[in-house]
């Protein structure tokens, strides 16, 4: 058995870089095309750092990014810049891993209109497919990770296909009262159930507002599990 008291370290499978490609930008010229795709794969480079602190449980990481996203300047054509300002600015000032998860999910979602609305094309890549062994709480783990990916993807893309993998995945969690050998077993047994129910609903949610909401709580069940036991995951 796995004991949860001690720190573990869960090696996750990443996504690949996100490659965007403005197709819909009335008005821009081609340099524009470029300033705002590059402020595109920044403002990735920052939101994935604040998903990630929130994860992780780690509120402290979450303000710096977070207080970049809110401040930084950008494009005149950059569609939506206050809106994410407003939610990047929420998840610095946070005072909780609820507040912060649920400023990402609502970031996510902001994203995504605006590609959808502005005719822009983004694609992740990832590098292979979720481990199919759930009998081990390392692959378990790694599952969850896989599906907050695929499901971040189908927030900021956006994409139903990428966005019921992901719940699909969340929706099967297993996590068997043997895997935890402390007095939180209750706590996170409890965690795990409400981890299913979301991915259920995920699975059949069809609008981006009520898909983000879940989102948020996805993260923030993530980060109170990792606070509670003291795991962490770690990108390879």
């Given at each position: 058995?796995?004991?949860?008291?001690?720190?573990?370290?869960?090696?996750?499978f990443?996504?690949?870089?996100?490659?965007?490609?403005?197709?819909?930008?009335?008005?821009?010229?081609?340099?524009?095309?470029?300033?705002?795709?590059?402020?595109?794969?920044?403002?990735?480079?920052?939101?994935?750092?604040?998903?990630?602190?929130?994860?992780?449980?780690r509120?402290?990481?979450?303000r710096?990014?977070?207080?970049?996203?809110?401040?930084?300047?950008?494009?005149?054509?950059?569609?939506?810049?206050?809106?994410?300002?407003?939610?990047?600015?929420?998840?610095?000032?946070?005072?909780?891993?609820?507040?912060?998860a649920?400023?990402?999910?609502?970031?996510?979602?902001?994203?995504?209109?605006?590609?959808?609305?502005?005719?822009?094309?983004?694609?992740?890549?990832?590098?292979?497919?979720?481990?199919?062994?759930?009998?081990?709480?390392?692959?378990?783990?790694?599952?969850?990770?896989?599906?907050?990916?695929?499901?971040?993807?189908?927030?900021?893309?956006?994409?139903?296909?990428?966005?019921k993998?992901?719940?699909?995945?969340?929706?099967?969690?297993?996590?068997a009262?043997?895997?935890?050998?402390?007095?939180?077993?209750?706590?996170?047994?409890?965690l795990?159930?409400?981890?299913?129910?979301?991915?259920?609903?995920?699975?059949?949610?069809?609008?981006?507002?009520?898909?983000?909401?879940?989102?948020?709580?996805?993260?923030?069940?993530?980060?109170?599990?990792?606070?509670?036991?003291?795991?962490?995951?770690?990108?390879?």
């Amino acid at each position: 058995m796995i004991s949860l008291l001690r720190p573990v370290s869960i090696l996750v499978f990443t996504l690949a870089p996100m490659l965007v490609m403005p197709l819909g930008l009335a008005g821009a010229s081609e340099d524009t095309y470029s300033e705002i795709a590059e402020h595109m794969h920044e403002h990735l480079d920052q939101v994935s750092t604040i998903k990630a602190a929130v994860i992780a449980g780690r509120l402290e990481d979450v303000r710096k990014p977070a207080d970049w996203l809110a401040t930084h300047e950008e494009p005149a054509l950059l569609p939506s810049v206050e809106e994410i300002r407003r939610y990047a600015s929420r998840a610095a000032s946070a005072e909780n891993l609820i507040t912060a998860a649920a400023a990402v999910g609502e970031i996510a979602r902001t994203c995504g209109e605006c590609h959808q609305a502005s005719g822009v094309e983004v694609t992740f890549g990832y590098s292979q497919p979720p481990p199919q062994d759930i009998q081990s709480l390392m692959t378990q783990m790694q599952r969850h990770l896989w599906a907050a990916d695929r499901m971040w993807t189908g927030l900021i893309a956006p994409s139903d296909v990428a966005w019921k993998q992901g719940a699909d995945i969340l929706a099967e969690v297993q996590l068997a009262p043997s895997d935890i050998t402390d007095e939180r077993q209750t706590q996170i047994s409890n965690l795990m159930q409400r981890l299913r129910v979301v991915g259920e609903q995920a699975s059949q949610a069809t609008s981006i507002e009520l898909r983000s909401g879940l989102y948020g709580e996805f993260l923030s069940l993530c980060a109170t599990c990792h606070r509670l036991t003291g795991a962490f995951p770690v990108a390879r």
